[in-house]
């Protein structure tokens, strides 16, 4: 049967066209085959052809709705989480609102109960101590000898007993309050750090902007873009700029005390001859104020560098225009009053305003200029209004050495000490010595500025003393010159004041263009 079903199989395979059935020899194990596979046709087709399904073409208004429905369901979902944090931030909101007032109604009545509490004691304390003294004055009254109580007749005696206990129990309350008191003022030192806070280190000049920068000054800067508290509690901060600040801020209340001590004697409100003083006086501590302010607070900001210096140069101007007036009103002597009287004031007020105006402007280009260039603008208009402004004291002190062998008049050695003094800030401040010689060593102190400021407040202080001098002692000569001229100087003096502020604040909005532009 096996026999059978392998020739029966091996027929079926031969009549199929794809193959061919080789009998191979017999073994041992029964019949063997090998089946050849013919190639198949090039142009055979399956007898089952695959076909891939057609897919749904999608259309993008599908996919459209399918994506705004889904940002609508998203939209939807936040919405509800919204909601409910919403909801549960209001909840804790009102929990916490609650618990608080709670609180509060709870710490008042705790604090009324105790007040009462305690002033009931106090009540008590005051009526019990008020009654044992009367009964310790009766009793001491009543009793003919007082004999020494030893601690025995007070065990004895518990009424005086008690009212030992009672006035040891008030003593020891008063040291108790004493000791909270010394404990109280431990913490001034601490309360003191508190309300003065450490300030920020100073800085080198790497880290800050190039208009902060002063030459051979290396350290001591105070960093930029704080707030104004910094900058006003560095006036007792050590840094580059403290001397100045000091130098001047202690100048202008001489000044103050000068003028205090001059308005005893001199008459500033009725007496037309006396506005001229008063205006000097008064343009000294201007300029002497805004100076302070100057280097006091132009760390803030390059605007606020520009700002402040700018502000400078207004009072220097105005100061300038105050010297050349008190010179011309009371120092001048009358050959010199002949030439120069017609158009000395209105010259000096032209001057301020072109000192003012070439200080503002080479500060503003002192970017763009060489550092002569812009010290140029700064010096020539200054010198040159000195040069006029000095003109009658310079006169006075070659006529009084001409006219006589010895000068006596002790009005013009101040005016002499004067003049010197400020040649001698002169040249500190047009070179920077000695700080050229010692780089960073004179960060703090010894700087040329420093110098320069130390000079020229002994300049100013020279001048008001000469000048007071030739107001009580040449009132009948300036009377005579002058005649009603004080109240035009005084005209003249708010024009000068206005018109360099009117520049001042012109080139401020200039740079402030400029630095806009810059950081664009």
Known sequence: SEVFKALKFKSAMASSGDMHVKELDKRAS?????????????????????????????????????????????KNHEAEVLKH????????KEVLQKAMEENNNFSKMAEEKLNQKMEANKENRTKQMAALNEKFKEKLEHSPVIQPMSIASLLKDPRLFSLTVIMAT????????????????????????????????????????????????????????????????????????????WTHLLASLVILAK?????????????PHAQPLFIGLLTAFTYLACSTLAHLLAAKSELSNYTFYFLDYVGVAVYQYGSALVHFYYAVEETWHAYIRGYFLPTA?????????????????SQRLQRFGHKFCQMVPSALAY?????????????????QQVCTDPAVTFHFYQILFFLVSAFFFSYPHPECWFPGRC??????????????????????????????????????????????????????????????????????????????
């Open 85 to 92: 944090l919403a909801e549960k931030r209001e909840h804790e």
């Open 349 to 365: 007020a032209f001057m301020a305003w072109l000192s003012c105006a070439g200080c503002c402007y080479g500060k503003y280009a």
């Open 387 to 403: 040069c006029l402004d000095i003109s009658p004291v310079v006169h006075r002190i070659y006529t009084c050495y001409s006219s």
């Open 259 to 271: 003028f205090r001590e001059m308005s005893e004697t001199v008459d500033f409100l009725r007496d």
């Open 30 to 74: 029964g019949q063997a085959f090998e089946v050849i596979l013919s190639p198949s046709a090039p142009d055979a087709k399956g007898e089952f052809p695959l076909s891939t399904p057609k897919k749904k073409e999608v259309s993008l208004d599908e996919i459209q709705k399918k994506l705004d429905a889904a940002e609508e369901r998203r």
């Open 170 to 245: 008030v003593v020891m309350e008063q040291i108790g309050r004493l000791f909270i008191n010394v404990q109280q003022l431990r913490q001034i030192p601490q309360l003191l750090e508190s309300a003065f806070p450490t300030l920020p280190c100073t800085v080198s000049i790497s880290d800050v902007p190039h208009v902060f920068r002063e030459t051979h000054i290396l350290t001591g800067y105070r960093p930029p873009e704080h707030s104004w508290r910094y900058y006003f509690l560095s006036l007792f901060q050590r840094h580059n700029e403290t001397i100045n600040v």
């Open 443 to 520: 960060d703090f102190i010894g700087q040329g500025h420093q110098i320069f400021h130390l000079f020229l407040v002994l300049c100013t202080l020279m001048q008001i003393e000469a000048v007071r001098m030739d107001y009580t002692e040449r009132r009948p000569l300036y009377e005579r010159l002058h005649g009603d001229l004080a109240h035009d100087a005084a005209a003249l003096f708010v024009f000068t004041t206005c018109c360099s502020a009117l520049t001042a604040f012109y080139v401020r909005k200039r740079v402030k263009t400029y630095l806009e532009e810059k950081q664009e």
